[in-house]
């Protein structure tokens, strides 16, 4: 009836607009081919990369002006690294954890635990049976994590916080409160065991991933449709530049022990991985938006509960690596290393809500705080003061990345506006009566 | 009823809105709402309400023209600012306390009632309901009443905060009839008692029913205003339906359906009480028409897999789906939500991201990304569906609603798609956006798809659909061709008249 009623109309109504779109072609020349490679210079995309810059000249201009010995030596830089190693791996896979859109504080209960078992049953056990069982107890906890979280549906700070809890307490009973000691030297020897690479190799590999960015940029350039260069782009010019310049001027740098060449070589994979294959992109929809990934028929179950796991088992990995430090380990071992952990993803720009987060930037961040401390030892200054910095280098360094990611999102949209605006004017009809 | 020569209390001069994406909701709009009389609001989905409410409310902020209130000039940069001038709002589901009883709500952040000692402030309750003519045990927990009756504790309240204004979003959307008289009735009383009442429904018997005057917008510009004596069915109607009619033509070739496709039998889910059965066949369009809370949504996600099945089959093309998203979209189905940004898309993702999402396997090798693969897909998409925007790499947040909303077809539209689920596609977005989008529904119904689709807007629905099912408190009640019923009647199936 109300169609029939309506003699006014107006010819202008919708078929010229809906054309109009229809025809609207995308703009290509817009597309800025290099554009995104100069956002990942920008504070809010390197930060991390600036400010351990800024922290190491800072401490080599402090010792010089003291008169110390060079603070950028290769000894002390491996001191550093050796010494991040562990924490690094750890914030690997909580950077995995945080994309998901979840959190695990009981990384550090879990890896006393692994290093606790490997400690206690080496001796009985042997080594590889030690190792596989403290491996089996972080898969445990882990999957244990995974399950209240996901299935269950208990938040997953308060399930970590249980557990954080919970498992530091099968610690202290395993240990009867007291720190334990092997008497074989496996685990020891697997944790000073240094790996030369040779400086050849390095540069080889180095020239290969250079190469590998030149046929990236060429064909960037080349093709108008093709994929546009990015902050991966950016990452392998200066892994590559670094890995030959490393090789030639400080070759001394090539040995490190094994878990410094675990974590690299965990970064890397990690980072391809999140990068290049599906699960990488699925992991990220799921943090992003859970719903619209469920709805797009992403098993999200699969993808907040495998983060859980593989944390535990890293976590596991890191306290066996831990245990062969010393050989022998406290009950309180690694007490709070989730907050380094956490802090060290948070500097590295991982987000708190999932869908965010570059596992190697944590490592640089994990080593930013390890480069920290070390300076203070350097310098003399006294512990005490080590944690009122670190706690405000992490809030400052969260700060910049709020700040500067709200300055763009409000020069987006007004930018938005104003193109909207104009399209708007130019198209728009005559005003109504 | 009041006088006519009341000044305004509330007057909206030349007020326009433009969002962040660029969709422009409101148009040069000008409202005189004055007191003592009920006012009505009206228009379609997405003409604008609701961007107008929140800007009486102080919610948001006109991008361009000014508030005059009680005849002043008056900026409201937070809703606290409306209350303190003496506007209160109740929305659809207002939040009411659901663990407090019924005085501590209507009483909850303000001293109102002239004193904190119980006895005092039970008397101001009373004659407050009095006012209302409305009776309700001030002891009654919250979260033990019916939706309707925690309405009228949001009204009660929004009375004892002393409002000169009070504007009623939809009130009666989600309540049943007898408690629909409680509350239009006290919308009368407000107005007999010199409050100035706006109200806002799509319910037009009770627009005409209670209103005074009434101020009719659609696609943001105010089309229609008619004053006491003046307020009249037909007139809204036309007002609020306008020239979309024609921009969406009635006259679709007829055409042979195919083979049954989806298959629903006995469907029941945590959200879908009662057993379902729906049954569509290759290149139909059957739409779900019903009321807010009738089921709709539920029915859709169930079928889906995304709300979890208690019985019943879903079979697609004979084939068992299990309840599950991923096995869903595996079969072949597809599912547009109603919940664009929060739902269907990820809205800080580039468009190239968000249409792949969905065929990850198919635009892989080996679980290896082919970037290149995705972005030509999107190219293919902004081509294929003429989405308008900067370049691929533009987020879908910046993109207008329905550039959006093509976006989400997108994601579907490449694979193997032979059922698809659409809920309120259309809702929010422009007259071209909806006649683009309405084109899009067709061409995927003539390629064979099976289309469930729920739209609000009937004018929209039986232009759209062969068939229609209604549906009323989770049942479908009515199973109908398209063609043998008009907007009028199945207004009145749905509101449960016929």
């Given at each position: ?433 | ?8 209390l509330l007057e909206l001069?030349?007020v326009?809105k ?15 709402v ?17 961007t107008l409410i929140k800007i009486i409310a102080g919610a948001e902020a006109p991008?361009?023209g000014t508030l005059r209130w009680r005849?002043e000039p008056a900026q409201f940069r937070r809703p606290a600012d409306a209350v303190s001038a003496g506007i209160a709002v ?73 409002a000169a204004m009070?504007v ?331």
């Open positions: 009836m109300s169609g029939a009623a309506n003699p006014t109309r107006e010819s202008n109504a919708s078929a010229a607009p809906s054309s109009h779109e229809r025809h609207a072609p995308i703009a290509r020349a817009a597309v800025p081919r290099l554009g995104s490679v100069r956002a990942a210079f920008r504070p809010q995309r390197a930060g991390v990369v600036y400010a351990l810059v800024l922290l190491v000249v800072g401490l080599m201009i402090a010792t010089a002006v003291r008169g110390q010995p060079a603070y950028l030596s290769v000894t002390n830089a491996s001191n550093i690294v050796g010494q991040a190693a562990p924490y690094g791996i750890l914030a690997i896979f909580m950077t995995v954890v945080l994309i998901s859109g979840n959190f695990d504080l009981s990384v550090g209960s879990v890896a006393a635990l692994a290093g606790a078992v490997a400690l206690l049953t080496i001796d009985d056990i042997g080594t590889v049976g030690a190792v596989a069982l403290a491996l089996g107890a972080g898969l445990v906890a882990g999957t244990i994590n995974a399950v209240l979280v996901q299935i269950v549906g208990v938040n997953a700070f308060i399930v970590t916080l249980g557990s954080l809890t919970a498992i530091r307490g099968v610690v202290l009973i395993l240990l009867n409160g007291e720190s334990v000691t092997a008497q074989s030297q496996a685990l020891a020897s697997f944790d000073a065991q240094t790996v030369a690479i040779p400086a050849a190799l390095c540069v080889l590999v180095g020239c290969a991933v250079l190469a590998g960015a030149a046929a990236r940029l060429r064909a960037a350039l080349r093709a108008a449709d093709g994929v546009p260069l990015d902050g991966f782009f950016v990452a392998s010019v200066a892994v590559g530049a670094g890995a030959i310049i490393l090789a030639i001027i400080a070759p001394g740098a090539l040995t490190q022990p094994l878990p410094v060449w675990l974590m690299l070589a965990l970064s890397l994979v990690v980072s391809l991985m999140l990068r290049f294959l599906t699960v990488g992109r699925n992991l990220h929809a799921v943090g992003s938006s859970l719903e619209a990934a469920r709805l797009s028929g992403i098993s999200v179950n699969r993808y907040k509960m495998v983060p859980f796991v593989l944390s535990g088992v890293a976590a596991a990995g890191v306290g066996i690596i831990f245990a062969g430090q010393f050989n022998s380990l406290d009950p309180n071992a690694l007490s709070g290393t989730e907050l380094t952990v956490i802090a060290a993803a948070i500097l590295g720009g991982t987000s708190l809500f999932g869908g965010a987060g570059f596992v190697a930037k944590s490592v640089l961040g994990t080593i930013v705080l390890f480069t920290l401390s070390n300076g203070f030892n350097v310098l003399n200054l006294g512990s005490n003061y080590q944690y009122v910095v670190q706690g405000v280098v992490l809030v400052a360094a969260s700060a910049i990345y709020t700040v500067a990611s709200r300055g763009g999102n409000v020069r987006r949209r007004a930018g938005a506006a104003t193109a909207t605006a104009a399209v708007d004017g130019a198209g728009a009809s005559p005003g109504q009566p | 009823m009041a006088e006519g020569a009341q000044k305004p001069r030349s326009s433009v969002y962040v994406g660029g969709t422009r909701a409101l148009r040069d709009v000008s409202v005189a004055r007191p003592g009389l009920v006012h009505g609001l009206v228009g379609g989905n997405g003409a604008g309400k609701s991008t361009t005849g109740v929305h659809q589901q207002s939040p009411v306390a659901p663990a407090l009883n019924v005085i501590e709500n209507v009483y909850l952040g303000h001293g109102a009632g002239g004193s904190w000692l119980p006895s005092r402030r039970l008397e101001h309750f009373r004659r407050t309901c009095e006012r209302l003519d409305y009776v309700i045990d001030p002891f009654e927990r919250v979260s033990e009443l019916s939706i309707g009756d925690r309405q009228m504790v949001s009204i009660l309240r929004a009375l004892a905060t002393g009070i009623l979003d939809e009130p009666t959307a989600s309540i049943g009839r007898a408690e629909r008289e409680a509350v239009l009735r006290s919308a009368r009383r407000l107005a007999v008692n010199g409050t100035a009442v706006l109200f806002v429904s799509h319910f037009l018997d009770e627009i005409v029913a209670i209103c005074d005057r009434v101020s009719v917008l659609r696609d943001g510009r105010l089309v229609d205003e008619m004053e006491e004596g003046a307020v009249d069915e037909d007139r809204i109607l036309r007002g609020i339906v306008g020239e979309r009619l024609e921009a969406i033509e009635k006259a679709r070739p007829s055409k042979a359906m195919g083979k049954p496709v989806l298959e629903v039998s006995a469907l029941t889910s945590t959200t879908v009480r009662n057993p379902v059965d729906v049954r569509l066949r290759a290149g139909e369009i059957v739409g779900l028409a019903g009321l807010l809370g009738s089921g709709r949504t539920a029915l859709l996600r169930s079928i889906f897999g995304a709300d979890r099945r208690v019985a019943g089959a879903v079979t697609v093309e004979g084939c068992a789906v299990a309840a599950r998203p991923g096995d869903a979209v595996r079969a072949g189905m597809a599912f547009v939500p109603e919940d664009r940004a929060g739902q269907g898309l990820i809205p800080e993702w580039e468009i190239w991201r968000n249409i792949s999402l969905t065929d990850l396997g198919g635009l892989s090798r080996s679980g290896v990304l082919d970037v290149g693969a995705e972005r030509r897909r999107a190219e293919q998409a902004c081509t294929d569906l003429g989405i308008v925007a900067e370049s691929i790499d533009t987020p879908v947040s910046r993109l207008s609603g329905g550039n959006a909303q093509k976006v989400v077809f997108a994601k579907w539209i490449y694979g193997a798609l032979s059922v698809l689920l659409l809920d309120e596609p259309t809702a929010g977005i422009d007259v071209s956006g909806k006649a683009d989008l309405i084109g899009l529904i067709r061409d995927l119904a003539s390629r064979g798809a099976a289309i469930l689709v729920a739209i609000s807007d009937f004018d929209e629905l039986l232009s759209v659909a062969d068939r229609v099912l209604v549906m009323r408190h989770g049942d479908v009640v009515r199973d109908v061709a398209a063609a043998s019923i008009d907007t009028s009647s199945l207004t009145a199936i749905v509101g449960g008249l016929q």
